[in-house]
């Protein structure tokens, strides 16, 4: 009997800060088997982040922590020259702040992601991943990294550090000719219609493979896949891609569960 497919469903929440609210995380709880929280540095903030952590456990989300740049008025899409050093430093410090609220909520922590500028320039700058992982390593090398799958730079640090790696694919993002995410600088950068979000997933998981910006076919083996929250009617994207899932047999489950024990 052929193995069942199994893939990881992740989303970016916990992105609201104060009185102004970012994405329907309540919805995106409902479809989701992961969530990447904001760490209070490019988003959210310790309200936020104990609601959310809560939110996730009554949902039965697996709560990773997303660590960004400092830059709440760039929502951490801009890049920041700080030394390895400092990132790592800067990752282990909002591990330490969400695992707090993980903590009280007798919820476990059970993956890492960067977040925006930083995910992306670590996908190709070998110093920048390897500070991120060794951060992650710091706190515990029992935790995952989450990262662009095909990053050689991710795939390296992960493994110099001792660290499990998560390839992941994106559903609401267009993609490079080499495998990074197209700029969201470019119109049709970020994909909308749950339609073809969707189908860009079910190419991902039953082929391996996504279509870049200028019709080429590139290589791509995730074990989860990102939705972003804050994409115009992400809940009806992420739903899209769960029916399309399920009807063709692929089951939905989060990292915890691909990987083994997440961290209590």
Sequence with gaps: MAETRRIDLNSDMGESFGHWTLGDDAAMVQHIT???LACGFHAGDFTVMDQTVALCKQAGVGVGAQPGYPDLQGFGRRPIPLSPQEVEQMVLYQLGALYGFCRAHGVALTHVKP??????QAAEEPALARAIAFGVARFSREIPLVALAGSAAYAAAAADAGLRLVPEAFADRRYNPDGTLQSRAFAGSLLTDPAEAAGQVMRIVEQGEVVAHDGSVVPVRAASICFHGDTPGAPRI???????LAAAGVTVCPISALLGHPVA
Aim: zero cysteines.
């Design 34 to 36: 992961s969530a990447n």
């Design 115 to 120: 977040h925006g500028a930083l995910y992306n």
């Design 238 to 244: 992420v739903a899209a891609a769960r029916e399309r």
